[in-house]
């Protein structure tokens, strides 16, 4: 379990950011896992492919 | 997590009398005085527990700074602890060891964990992985605390920063490390793209405008072929109205009629025949026996070994697959569960059936075929008759055209030049177009085709581009995801570290208002440093000694009561320095403050702190005291404790 303060910021962020619960929950675990020290890359991976970016012809 | 400390012990070592063993009580005591008269170890004591919780180097000096005497070669420190783990489950005990050869100034760390499986000692530090971020030197220190130097924690923290006491204990640098892990984790992924390194918006930009082109130059080269063919065909046409008008001009020409039909006939079967002998002849040269005598000589051979060597063997993979379905060998042996696991493991490495049917034909191939199969050479010395027998005939064709013209057919002329003209421009135009949509590649060497000049490689240009733009497309993607990731970590980490300077803040003022009564000290502000203000100064920077002493303490149990970690809290000397009534405080306050305290206090800290505890129920007491002859006693309990005098001696 991170600690309050931690979850509250990750809660904070991905309100301001508009990620939804499942982005938010999938940080928190990111985070706790590095903190836990088991930590898998494909979890960095994972997360990563959640995060929706404009394509570069719609910034275009 | 909860750590507790139960016990220490040492052998050789300059701490009482060089071999002493103190228990704090199973489970361990609340509260711990162990009262050690200057000289006898608790420095040394002290330092030990730090240097094996954090697995510190030691330099060749410390370590032979902590031998007994010069009649021992070897020394040992052992701290046993009791360790709760996050998730809560039964307590597990870890005894950390620090082994001494004071002969070469080495010492090795080793652990034993009594509740794991086939537990023995383990080499190194072997502690849960959760308290490695804790366990540094530094973060030690706050909780294996030189009461000391109390009074110059307000100062140190300042300079050693009371935000980086947050960040370790509750882990906010996991969240800088983690922003590390993930740029390099995209690194990692951008790396093994296969076609490109480009990353960047500019990358996309540049790749774009080479999948434009390609596409421009493949659709130039489409047009251009469509244009081509469809000149192709109507040249076609032409050729063969022209042909159909010489034709009925010939047939104006009575006895040239004939020999024009025979001719055209003639000109049928040679270009059937040329076709199908090419088609022999391209067939034949695929048949290595039939290329050349030398070849056909050593693919005999090999046939010829293969069959005395009766090769393909009857054994395969089948074989053996049967015999462990068997109950015995085919000598007898019987065969048991662990022989039919290896056989069948085994039978792999030897030939299946179709693999030994793909062997059997090439030999039958390499034996039967040779004699009968038409040689490559004869192949293309009969389609050379052919081509030759077809020049003749378009020699006597051109012949009998202008015969007809020399018996006074004037259209003749004309539809003969024009009927040349068609074609040339269609053996052109034939060539143009195979360049273009070729897709052979022995043709497309041959002439010199490039992605610019050939609709093929044009197509594999363009598709190469877009398949390049895509991974430069997702590797900027990638990069973009980083950053917003690496964003977000940042600002939780920012948010986080705010919240919890906030929390340790009120925590801290709120233990501050029962330490220092006669003032209204209060931090102010944890920013990297502890700002004071007091309701005499809205900044207060000189403070005195009782002052700092209650800083430091109600800062410390703040940070360390409000932890994920429950720690144990290690204090030498902490009333040497306060008068009496401070003591008072101090001693009425900070023994609620742990859930585990071990305090080392020297006979003078008895009044007004010590005495304190005296009636404590939780309490272990211990004293090491010299006696008259120098020997070093331990004694448990209260009564020795308090029996203690000022100079290590027994009242």
């Known amino acids: ?60 | 997590m909860k750590i507790r400390i139960t016990d220490w012990r040492c052998e050789n070592l300059r701490i009482g009398e060089g071999t002493e063993s103190f228990e704090l009580g199973d489970p361990p005591a609340r509260w711990s005085l162990i009262q050690m008269p200057n000289g006898l170890g608790k420095t040394s004591t002290m330092t030990l527990i730090r240097a094996v919780l954090g697995g510190e180097e030691l330099s060749t000096e410390k370590v032979r700074g902590f031998r007994a005497n010069d009649d021992v070669d070897t020394g040992v420190f052992e701290l046993g602890l009791l360790i709760e783990g996050r998730r809560g489950g039964s307590p597990k005990n870890y005894r950390l060891t620090i082994n001494f050869d004071f002969k070469n100034g080495s010492y090795q760390y080793s652990t034993l964990r009594s509740e794991e499986r086939g537990g023995g000692r383990e080499l190194g530090l072997v502690l849960p992985p959760d308290l490695k971020h804790i366990l540094k030197s530094e973060f030690i220190r706050l909780f294996v605390f030189d009461g000391e130097l109390a009074r110059d924690i307000r100062r140190d923290l300042n300079k050693a920063a009371a935000d980086r006491a947050i960040r370790t204990l509750y882990q906010l640098d996991d969240i800088s490390a983690l922003q590390q892990r993930v740029s390099y984790a995209v690194t990692k992924r951008q790396e093994a793209l296969e076609r490109t390194s480009g990353k960047t918006k500019r990358g996309v930009s540049r790749h774009q405008k080479l999948v434009d082109g390609a596409k421009t130059q493949l659709t130039k080269l489409e047009n251009t072929l469509r244009k081509k063919s469809s000149s192709y065909s109507m040249l076609e046409e032409e050729r063969d109205k022209v042909g159909e008008d010489i034709a009925s001009h010939m047939a104006r020409n009575g006895n040239l009629e004939k020999r024009w039909k025979q001719l055209n006939d003639e000109a049928d079967d040679l270009a059937g025949d040329i076709q199908s002998l090419t088609g022999q002849a391209i067939q034949t040269f695929r048949n290595p026996a039939t290329l050349s005598s030398a070849i056909t000589a050593r693919l005999t051979a090999l046939g010829a070994t293969l069959t005395r060597a009766r090769l393909p063997k009857s054994v395969s993979s089948d074989f053996f697959g049967e015999v462990a379905d068997e109950g015995e060998c085919i000598c007898g042996r019987p065969i048991g569960s662990a022989e039919r696991v290896i056989l069948r493991e085994r039978k792999e490495q030897y030939l299946a059936q179709d693999q030994i049917s793909a062997i059997a034909t090439m030999k039958d191939r390499l034996n039967t075929s040779v004699a009968t199969e038409t040689s490559f050479l004869e192949s293309c010395e009969i389609l050379q008759e052919k081509l030759e027998a077809r020049q003749v005939n378009e020699t006597a064709m051109a012949r009998l055209k202008l015969e007809a013209e020399e018996r006074g057919d004037d259209d003749m002329r004309p539809l003969r030049k024009r009927e040349s003209e068609i074609k040339i421009e269609l053996a052109t135009l034939e060539k143009e177009i195979e360049h273009l949509q070729t897709a052979d590649p022995v043709k497309q060497r041959a002439h010199q085709c490039t992605e610019k000049t050939n609709i093929p490689l044009a197509r594999r240009y363009h598709e190469e581009c877009k398949a390049t733009l895509n991974e430069v497309k997702d590797s900027y993607r990638l990069s973009r995801q980083r950053d917003i990731l690496l964003d977000q970590l940042q600002r939780i980490e920012k948010i986080a570290l705010t919240d919890l300077r906030e929390v340790i803040r009120e925590e801290t003022n709120c233990r501050l208002e029962t330490l220092v009564q006669m003032e209204d000290l209060r931090v102010e502000r944890i920013d990297g440093v502890l700002e004071l203000s007091s309701n005499k100064t809205s900044r207060k920077d000189d403070v005195s000694e009782g002052q700092s002493l209650s800083v430091a303490y109600a800062f410390l149990t703040a940070l360390l009561s409000k932890a994920p970690f429950e720690l144990p809290f290690i204090v030498d000397s902490p009333a040497v320095s306060l008068d009496l009534d401070v003591r008072k405080e101090v001693s009425s306050v900070i023994p609620e403050l742990f859930d585990q305290m071990i305090l080392f206090v020297i006979s003078s800290e008895q009044a007004a702190f010590a005495e304190n505890f005296y009636e404590r129920e939780d309490t272990r007491f211990i004293t090491l005291r010299q006696t008259a002859n120098g020997c070093v006693e331990t004694r448990y309990g209260l009564e020795e404790f308090r029996r203690q005098s000022a100079d290590g001696e027994i009242t």
Not at chain 1, 12 to 28: F, K
């Open chain 1, 1 to 60: 379990m991170i600690d309050k303060a931690v979850s509250e910021a990750v809660k904070a962020v991905c309100n301001e950011d508009g990620m939804d619960e499942t982005y938010r929950s999938a940080l928190e675990a990111l985070i706790e896992n590095a903190m836990l020290d088991s930590l898998d890359p494909s979890d960095i991976d994972d997360l990563l492919d959640q995060i929706t970016v404009e394509s570069i012809a719609d910034e275009d």
